[in-house]
């Protein structure tokens, strides 16, 4: 694990690193769909992306992905580093996981519909940021 992340955390006992992994899948795909569909409302309204870009590097919200994900969405290079494909599966294993527990998960929901109609785009081979296509695609359809 050395070299992967900052530390290494004990979770407790089995399943609860499992289910930590889980909430962190949430946390990640909710925010980077999240900016995905910022960064789709600050391109629409004709904002200065660069501008955008550094609004947001600098504010309370940055952090690696986040910054990783954004010059993705900006420069529309979708080099793979987590698949569309492969998140899909994640969001399915998590809210799975949520509804195992009796648990709502609304955000989750609406992103995993938006990574199911990235991969029918055939996009799935792409990063994750490839998000922004749905929601692309769903602009053009209320037009």
Do not use: W
Request: glycine share 6%.
């Amino acid at each position: 694990m050395v070299g992967l992340c900052r530390e290494s955390i004990i979770c407790g006992t089995v399943p609860s690193a499992l289910t930590m992994k889980l909430a962190v899948n949430l946390y990640v795909i909710t925010m980077v769909t999240g900016l995905a569909e910022a960064a789709h409302f600050a391109q629409r309204h004709g904002m200065d992306l660069a501008q955008f870009t550094s609004v947001l590097n600098n504010g309370q919200m940055a952090s690696d992905i986040s910054r990783v994900k954004l010059d993705k969405l900006t420069t529309q290079d979708f080099t793979v580093q987590a698949a569309i494909t492969d998140v899909l599966k994640n969001s399915r294993l998590v809210a799975e996981s949520a509804r195992s527990a009796g648990l709502a998960s609304p955000l989750l929901d609406v992103c995993h519909t938006l990574y199911g109609e990235t991969e029918a785009l055939e996009h799935g081979s792409l990063d994750m940021a490839a998000v922004i296509r749905a929601i692309e695609q769903r602009t053009e359809t209320v037009r």
